[in-house]
């Protein structure tokens, strides 16, 4: 299932002229329903393996789950996704057309690919409005940023966002008196203003009490089909709430794929990975 393909003088031009870019992932060729592929990635560190001759392809719309033990790759895996850390070979596509090798970190970003880390970053010290009216400005650039009010049609994104992450009745909160889990949600909220098309989403209930966690489940599963979300969890019982499709890495490469029920049982699985908790 190569991808390997023309990329075409439009997207050069696109590159030199980010005005010109048509609405973000307008331009993503999903037309075979995958959209995100990684072929024979592989990437060392002072000659250990991190990745190793890694194949993954992430449908349109899903929400799938990687699991692993550490040290099994996830981290360096989002890294290459992201443009944070390069390949030795391998190729990765955002859809069939966009290759996103040699991209910067914020090139990656601007095709619409959010990243939300383990750790909250959100501005403690503003409210949640303004933390997510700061991204819609650092969105929109510079020219944004120079004192331009927000227009109705900004205020209604916010509002939206506010009723997806469930923080409508805390948006004149400062985001330090959040609990952990709201301050995860918020920043889920503030990668939502760039509305982008894949979302990779880090131990994302880690710390979280058990209501939050549902809460959590409920908005990445309410996420996915519009947007594509890849989410990295060790907590089982999370994994086995919102996945349809769970991938398993060993040593930097797919172990298994399948249903929560058929990794389960999977004896490869059950040896590397989930052998204690059976
Ligand atoms: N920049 C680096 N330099 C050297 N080694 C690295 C670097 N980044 C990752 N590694 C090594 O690569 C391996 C894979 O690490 P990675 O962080 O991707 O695993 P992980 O699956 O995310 O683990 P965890 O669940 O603990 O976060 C580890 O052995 C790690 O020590």
Not at 32 to 43: G, H, M, N, R
Not at 115 to 141: C, D, I
Not at 151 to 172: C, F, H, N, W, Y
Request: net charge negative.
């Amino acid at each position: 299932m190569s991808v390997r393909g023309a990329f075409g003088e439009l997207a050069n031009r696109d590159q030199l002229w980010p005005f010109l870019m048509p609405a973000r992932g307008a331009r993503v060729d999903v037309s075979k329903q995958v959209l995100l592929y990684i072929e024979d990635l592989s990437v060392s560190f002072d000659g250990f393996k991190a990745i190793n001759n890694l194949n993954l392809y992430i449908n349109d719309g899903e929400l799938r789950c990687l699991i692993g033990a550490n040290g099994a790759g996830k981290t360096t895996l989002m890294d290459i996704i992201t443009g944070k850390t390069h390949p030795d070979t391998g190729a990765v596509y955002f859809g069939q057309n966009i290759d996103l090798l040699g991209r910067s970190e914020a090139e990656i970003a601007e095709l619409g690919i959010g990243r939300k880390f383990q750790k909250p970053t959100v501005f403690e010290a503003q409210t949640v409005y303004a933390n997510l009216e700061l991204s819609m400005r650092a969105e929109k650039g510079i020219m944004a940023s120079l004192g331009s009010r927000l227009t109705g049609e900004k205020r209604d994104r916010i509002d939206q966002v506010l009723a997806t992450i469930g923080l409508s009745d805390e948006r004149a909160l400062a985001a330090g008196a959040l609990s952990h889990g709201q301050k995860q949600w918020l920043e889920i909220g503030m990668l939502l203003i760039a509305d982008p098309r894949l979302l990779l989403v880090d131990e994302p209930v880690a710390g979280m009490t058990a209501q939050e966690t549902e809460r959590t489940a409920e908005l990445l599963t309410s996420l996915a089909g519009e947007r594509t979300v890849v989410v990295v969890e060790h907590d089982m019982e999370f994994v086995r709430s919102i996945a349809r499709t769970v991938t398993v890495l060993h040593q930097g490469s797919v172990l298994a794929e399948g249903t929560m029920e058929q990794v389960q049982n999977d004896p490869k699985v059950i040896e590397v990975y989930l052998g204690d908790e059976h």
